[in-house]
């Protein structure tokens, strides 16, 4: 049986990297503990405060195996910035990058390939209004279509520019993702997205006709979420509460 390298970062690197660390490790753990991962597929990135580097799962580890410590440290190229025994997957890194390279606010970037993301992307309308959930990606959500595996540097400029100032992006056929200027907020956005359309796919399945919320309550829940649903009021209020999860599942993520 392979047993992992038992890495120790914490007097290695900064209070600010640490933190982030510790941060990002959780969200993986949190994100397999909720049947969100996918084997050793799919990915969180998250941004180091003032650099042009990014911490990211080393490929060939499960979700539930990430710690602070083996999460590796790469900038835009995807080049392994620290003495890490582990390696990235390029491919699954081009997305990831593409967003950090122009978006400033994506401090964090979480693409998941979950059954009902993937589903709900694939749908001729794609994510429809009927559920409390669904008014918060919907506030700002892009879609760009599949063109494969994301090992096209092409592509990027594609997907950059489907983005725009998004910060939802659905991928008809592949998933989705969520992006936030911290962990905690790109995690709620994934969250409301993930029940959105786990919502849409069980009310579909009725075969009932469904009540769409009207456009002027869409309108007015885009500005009401600013202050009590996500940013500083929202999901960074709700982060210490999945971080004491976190712990409580497994406290082994922040070694």
């Keep these: 049986m392979f047993e992992l390298p038992q890495l120790d970062l914490k007097d290695k690197v900064s209070d600010d990297e640490w933190q982030l660390r510790i941060d990002l490790a959780a969200c993986y753990r949190l994100a397999h503990s909720y049947g969100w991962d996918d084997t050793i597929?799919?990915?969180?990135s998250a941004r180091?405060?003032?650099k042009d580097e990014y911490l990211v799962n080393a490929f060939g580890l499960a979700f539930d195996e990430i710690t602070a410590s083996n999460l590796v440290k790469v900038n835009l190229a995807g080049e392994i910035l620290n003495d890490?025994?582990?390696?990235?997957?390029?491919?699954?890194?081009?997305?990831h990058s593409a967003i950090?390279?122009?978006?400033d606010d994506a401090h964090c970037v979480i693409h998941l390939h979950t059954n009902e993301t993937i589903v709900v992307s694939t749908l001729e309308d794609g994510l429809q209004p009927i559920c409390q959930h669904a008014m918060f990606p919907l506030s700002a959500i892009a879609y760009h279509d599949y063109e494969g595996l994301a090992v096209n540097a092409a592509e990027k400029a594609?997907?950059?520019h489907d983005l725009g100032n998004a910060h939802t992006l659905m991928l008809p056929n592949h998933g989705a993702l969520t992006l936030g200027p911290t962990v905690g907020e790109a995690f709620m956005r994934w969250a409301d997205l993930q029940r959105a359309c786990e919502v849409q796919v069980m009310a579909l399945s009725t075969g009932k006709p469904l009540i769409p919320i009207a456009q002027n309550i869409l309108d007015t829940v885009k500005i009401q979420q600013n202050k009590v649903h996500t940013g500083s009021t929202g999901g960074q209020v709700s982060w210490p509460a999945m971080l004491r999860k976190a712990y409580r599942l497994d406290p082994s993520f922040a070694k």
Excluded: D
């Design 41 to 44: 597929y799919t990915h969180i």
């Design 48 to 50: 180091l405060p003032g």
């Design 84 to 95: 890490s025994p582990f390696k990235i997957n390029p491919a699954g890194f081009t997305i």
């Design 100 to 103: 950090h390279e122009v978006r």
């Design 158 to 160: 594609r997907l950059q």
